[in-house]
């Protein structure tokens, strides 16, 4: 039986860190040798999820993916896999093919000064907030962030099952938007707390303004850097990953947005939900960055989710999170003139804690496009009713995903979410268009984002292309989007049970692709 490891705090894991940064920053000066150090994580097993501590890790010599503890939980894992699902030999040689995109993520990561990629090809991420001395929970403007292992809030109905690997717990208390909360907005100072040179400002002194948008191809990292004018030294990759995603999922992967597609007499209104905000609550104003790059433009955002929910229902008076229960903005932004003037209105849903057009407030009110980051569509089963609604009234939805193994899976369980849902909604009188819609065949295209957060993920039982909002997805798009198709005479056939499918996704959930 493995020796029992004793659990770090988050507070352990910070500190660690904070050391870490330091011997990095005394190894940059002459004479030091950064090579030296290495900031990967320890591997666990894919098969039974135990640290490996002591000895080399096993990588399966088919995909280079893989890790094992032994022999033995590989060939256990061969057939069948935790939780029910697939077992190795099904994923094997997709994993082959997935891993062919590591270069692609690594080049990413390497053209920033401070893009290491460790010996496990993981990006110690906190260790770059630690180097610029960000890394903690409350006081640390827009890095804020609970620690912890899980990436997500875990939702009530989402039970994972019991796993040995190292877990590290939430910062007590955190709360994700906890500054919406006090009744001042963060600036540009106290929300990036870094060198000036180093910040992508919001506000410009006369004549620092970016170029308009429209006049230029900002298409990746390499052109939104110099766009804004800032150094690569700058860590704001780290974070502006959520405002650019969501830029290339309206514009590139839905498109129902451009730069170049309103003018000053010719404004667009655009309208977006935004469902499963989290950490993005921590850095509101870093929207306003879909203000600079979509000139002409009057943006409305609605923010919902778990986290939404639990900050409005604490909102005091005064508080900025009380104008939600106002029907308020929580944030506005206007881009400056030359920038083409555009608008940003962020609201928050806290009446409820999921989506749903029948709620009397969205009423009358479709949105332009739908937008969920990181998304986990068959990881969270509230994200079922999103994607049936999306198909029947074609509603323009698009996600991201951290890998792009877990993104085919989200796809391919599209069709049986559908099939599965079918009887019922035709038993409550759905019928004609509405069923056309939601049974049409569809694409779901699957790309990869060059406005993903730099590094690989630092799990330990995988080694594929696994980063922050790493690739997209388009659920459904327009009609000059979707392959137009006869009418089919019958429908996908429904699986026995959407708890088999869930189950059978869980292994990619949180602690593992997601």
């Given at each position: 039986?493995?020796?029992?490891i ?6 352990d894991?910070?500190?660690m860190t ?6 990095l ?10 090579s030296k ?12 999820d135990?640290?490996i ?6 990588i399966?010599?088919g ?12 060939t256990?894992?061969?057939?069948a ?21 590591v ?8 053209q920033f000064?401070w ?8 990006f110690?991420e ?11 929970a ?7 962030i609970?620690?912890?292992s ?5 939702q009530?109905?989402n ?28 600036t ?9 040179r ?12 970016p ?7 900002i ?29 290339q999922?309206?514009?590139n ?17 655009l ?11 921590n ?12 000139p002409h ?6 923010f919902f ?5 639990s900050?409005?229902s ?8 009380v104008r939600?229960k106002q ?9 400056p003139?030359?920038?083409?003037a555009?608008?940003?209105s ?7 804690e999921n989506w749903?057009p ?5 009423l ?5 496009a ?15 009713f ?5 198909h029947?009234?074609?509603?323009p939805?698009a ?8 993104a ?8 049986q979410?559908?099939?599965?849902a ?20 569809r ?10 957060r730099?590094g ?7 080694r594929l292309p ?18 137009i198709?006869?009418?089919s005479?019958?429908?996908p ?8 499918l869930?189950?059978?996704?869980e292994?990619?959930?949180l602690?593992?692709?997601?």
């Amino acid at each position: 039986m493995p020796n029992k490891i004793p659990m770090p705090t988050t507070a352990d894991i910070t500190r660690m860190t904070y050391k870490g940064a330091e011997q990095l920053r005394s190894e940059q000066r002459p004479g030091g040798d950064p090579s030296k150090l290495d900031f990967g994580i320890v591997p666990t097993c894919y098969n039974c999820d135990i640290p490996i501590m002591g000895r080399k890790p096993l990588i399966c010599s088919g995909c280079r993916s893989a890790v094992f503890c032994s022999k033995n939980c590989h060939t256990a894992n061969w057939k069948a896999g935790r939780f029910g699902a697939q077992g190795h030999k099904f994923f094997c040689a997709k994993n082959k093919v997935h891993m062919e995109k590591v270069p692609q993520v690594q080049a990413l990561l390497k053209q920033f000064p401070w893009g290491r990629i460790e010996t496990d090809g993981t990006f110690a991420e906190p260790i770059v907030r630690a180097y610029h001395k960000v890394l903690g929970a409350e006081g640390f403007g827009y890095w804020s962030i609970p620690g912890g292992s899980n990436p997500h809030l875990q939702q009530p109905s989402n039970t994972s099952g019991q796993s040995g690997a190292l877990r590290v717990d939430d910062t007590k208390g955190f709360e994700h938007g906890y500054m919406l909360l006090s009744n001042k907005l963060l600036t540009d100072e106290t929300g990036w707390k870094l060198e000036k040179r180093l910040i992508p400002r919001l506000v410009f002194e006369l004549g620092t303004e970016p170029e308009l948008a429209s006049n230029v191809d900002i298409v990746d990292w390499d052109s939104w850097y110099k766009w804004r004018n800032i150094p690569k030294e700058s860590p704001a990759a780290l974070l502006l990953h959520y405002p650019l995603t969501v830029y290339q999922l309206l514009v590139n992967v839905l498109q129902v947005a451009g730069p170049k597609r309103s003018s000053p007499e010719s404004r667009q209104a655009l309208n977006v939900h935004y469902i499963g905000a989290e950490v993005e609550l921590n850095m509101l104003p870093l929207f306003s960055e879909l203000a600079l790059l979509l000139p002409h433009t009057d943006i409305k955002m609605t923010f919902f989710g778990i986290a939404v929910h639990s900050i409005v229902s604490k909102a005091k008076k005064n508080s900025i999170a009380v104008r939600a229960k106002q029907n308020e903005p929580v944030y506005t932004y206007t881009s400056p003139a030359s920038c083409g003037a555009s608008t940003l209105s962020l609201f928050l849903h806290g009446d409820h804690e999921n989506w749903d057009p029948r709620l009397p407030l969205l009423l009358g009110s479709k949105p332009d496009a739908i937008v969920g980051l990181n998304a986990g569509l068959t990881s969270y089963p509230a994200w079922q009713f999103v994607i049936l609604c999306c198909h029947t009234d074609n509603t323009p939805f698009a996600v991201s995903e951290y890998a792009e193994q877990s993104a085919e899976l989200q796809r391919d369980a599209i069709p049986q979410i559908i099939a599965h849902a079918l009887p019922r909604l035709q038993s409550a009188g759905m019928h004609g268009s509405e069923i056309y819609n939601l049974t049409r065949p569809r694409e779901y295209p699957i790309e990869f984002n060059p406005f993903q957060r730099p590094g690989q993920r630092n799990l330990g039982s995988v080694r594929l292309p696994n980063v922050p909002n790493g690739f997209t997805m388009r659920v459904v798009g327009g009609d000059e989007q979707e392959m137009i198709h006869p009418v089919s005479a019958g429908v996908p056939v429904p699986v026995p049970d959407m708890s088999e499918l869930l189950q059978k996704t869980e292994q990619f959930s949180l602690n593992r692709l997601d």
